[in-house]
Nanobody, 129 residues
């Protein structure tokens, strides 16, 4: 069972930046695809970004150009650098892991809840206007 622990959330003004981190243990980090989802009160959980074992990436359109996902396999850590934050980015951000390591099935990108086997508890990001 993979354990995922997020950190780096907080309160920030619009236009500023935050970097989230997620440390994984108990699995084969280098072989897994790692990603981030977010959820705001009253809204459905939303895919944010994923990075594959080969560092290929995919983002939801609303964060493309502002957010960057990266990984450090030596530290079993995945990061989400969030720039130019907007109030609508306010959410609990959860780290996820997918065994197999790929981000694309050949038909679609893996951006559904059911595509991911392991979930962290989340870290809160609040962006004030």
């Amino acid at each position: 069972q993979v354990q995922l622990v997020e950190s780096g959330g907080g309160l920030v003004q619009a236009g500023r930046s935050l970097r989230l981190s997620c440390v994984a243990s108990g699995g084969t980090f280098g072989d897994d695809a790692m990603g981030w989802f977010r959820q705001s009160p009253g809204k459905e959980r939303e895919f944010v970004a994923v990075i594959g074992w080969n560092s290929g990436t995919y983002y939801t359109s609303s964060v493309k150009g502002r957010f960057t996902i990266s990984r450090d396999n030596d530290k079993n850590t995945v990061y989400l650098q969030m720039n130019s934050l907007k109030p609508e980015d306010t959410a609990t951000y959860s780290c996820v892991a997918r065994r197999g390591g790929t981000i694309y099935s050949g038909v679609r990108y893996y951006n559904r809840d059911s595509d991911y086997h392991d979930w962290g508890r989340g870290t809160q990001v609040t962006v004030s206007s």
